[in-house]
């Protein structure tokens, strides 16, 4: 596919999607572009994110670090003009939290109080070399059904470790990400994101971010209270299978 042609195809899903949450917002009562869009870029090439930049998106999320870090190096030669935010969305290792915190604008992910801590250093580092402007923001992810296998802090140790998190002197909490289980009821699912988001928020009200919803679930999260989408799928199409 030529370039011309592909930036067609994502011109067009990109209009699909922002109609699609804009529809969800007009249905839940919330203002039209009150949601944000984050475009998940994994296994995607570089060229395709510098059309997406073209086409006026700016928030990119990535959850493979050595794809990712290769990534932003090759956008920002592509465009070098250009100012993407990139978020960190996976899973991630604490060894792998110094090269994370260089060019991350968020991490979604974070889990765990070693995790906190990993990153913490890394950003505070980051810091003191000029690599960062300021404290790394971050969202703790949720586990919705407290299913250790998938990762995600249970609704019991939400407040425990979102109080470590705060204390962070390289880190700052600006919320919640969450994922519905693939075989839960996405409205039980994100009526129990918003339940915990409201815990948080009591207790930490800078903790406003709700980042839950993707391309088969979008409407759901955004009737339940999700600020930020993260979609794929929709938006880039059938991405091939990876097993960096």
């Not at 510098?50 to 932003?72: C, H, I, M, P, S």
């Not at 519905?180 to 409201?198: I, M, Q, T």
């Amino acid at each position: 596919m030529g370039t011309a042609e592909r930036e067609r195809e994502l011109a067009a899903r990109l209009v699909a999607v922002r109609a699609r949450i804009d529809e969800a917002c007009v249905a839940a009562g919330r203002a039209p572009g009150s949601v944000g869009l984050l475009a998940v870029t994994k296994t995607i090439p570089a060229a395709d994110v510098a059309l997406l930049l073209d086409l006026g998106l700016d928030t990119f999320g990535e959850n493979r670090v050595q794809e990712a870090g290769v990534k932003v190096a090759e956008v920002a030669e592509l465009r070098p003009g250009a100012k993407p935010k990139w978020f960190f969305i996976g899973g991630l290792q604490r060894n792998k939290a110094k090269a994370v915190a260089r060019w991350a604008d968020r991490v979604e992910s974070v889990d765990s109080v070693r995790l906190a801590d990993a990153l913490d250093d890394a950003a505070q580092r980051a810091q003191d070399t000029g690599e960062r402007l300021a404290p790394l923001p971050v969202l703790l992810q949720y586990s919705v059904d407290g299913d250790p296998r998938r990762g995600g802090v249970p609704r019991t140790d939400l407040l425990r470790v979102a109080e470590h998190v705060a204390g962070c002197a390289g880190l700052r909490l600006d919320g919640l990400m969450a994922v519905a289980p693939l075989e839960s009821d996405p409205d039980s699912a994100f009526a129990e994101v918003a339940k915990a988001a409201e815990e948080l928020r009591a207790a930490y009200p800078q903790a406003t971010t709700i980042s839950a919803g993707m391309s088969n679930d979008l409407e759901v999260a955004i009737r339940h209270g999700s600020d930020v989408v993260r979609v794929g799928t929709a938006l880039v199409g059938e991405r091939p299978l990876t097993s960096r």
